[in-house]
Every structure is written in structure tokens, then in C-alpha cells.
């Protein structure tokens, strides 16, 4: 099952850290800012899930593994903007940003061998 995938559960684990997180960021970021990372941070687990369901077709496979590795980079990006706008704190994002690229690693490692995952 995907969900059994070490790099699904860090990338879940980590979009669950990032919604308690945003819970108080300020309300005028609820349809921005405050959106666009919790969707990026779950659309990784969600592109792996979906990608893991057609892995006997290893383009699709992994097509949407580009698909889950660029949302985290897009989740990446909302992370420096977060700290930018000063909703959260350095810690706070070298640790988010840390748990993001370790996704990154096992999504790259996941694209580069596919043939391990059929």
C-alpha cells in the first residue's frame, strides 16, 4: 500500500506539522498563503498515492512522482515566505524546510529506481 511508503509517511507527517502551524496564521492569509502550503503539502501524499496505484506503468509512475516532488518544492517556497511575513519563526521553518527536503531525497531516490517499487 502507499501508504506504507517511507517517503508518504514524511511527507504526511509534515503536512500535518505545516496545518497545525498555519492554524494561526492571520486571517486574512486563510485563502492564501495559509491555502496554497496546506494544498502543496498534501498534494505530495496525494501524488504518491495516486502514482503508486499505476506503478505497473513506470512513466505514469513516475510522471507523478515529478508531480509530488514539485508540490513539495512549491511547499518549500511558502515556507520562506512564511518566515518572510514573519508567521513563523526561523526554527520553525529550518526544521519544516528540513523535513521537506528529506521528502525530496526519498522522491528522487523513488524516481530514479521505480523499478523497486512494482
Known amino acids: 500500500m502507499y501508504n506504507e511508503l517511507k517517503a508518504y509517511k514524511k511527507a504526511f507527517e509534515l503536512a500535518m506539522k505545516i496545518f497545525e502551524v ?3 496564521f492571520p486571517k486574512e492569509e486563510r485563502y492564501s498563503l495559509t491555502d496554497q ?3 502543496s503539502s498534501r498534494s505530495v501524499c496525494a501524488n504518491l498515492a495516486e ?3 499505476k506503478r505497473i506503468y513506470t512513466k505514469h509512475f513516475i510522471a507523478k512522482l515529478s508531480d509530488a516532488d514539485m508540490e513539495n518544492s512549491e511547499t518549500q517556497v511558502w515556507l520562506e515566505f512564511s518566515l518572510a511575513c514573519n508567521y513563523i519563526s526561523e526554527e520553525i521553518k529550518k526544521e519544516l524546510y528540513k523535513e521537506s527536503l528529506e521528502v525530496g531525497k526519498l522522491l528522487g531516490y523513488m524516481i530514479q529506481y521505480p523499478q523497486k517499487f512494482k
Open 22 to 24: 498555519t492554524k494561526v
Open 37 to 39: 502550503i496546506r494544498r
Open 51 to 53: 502514482g503508486y496505484r
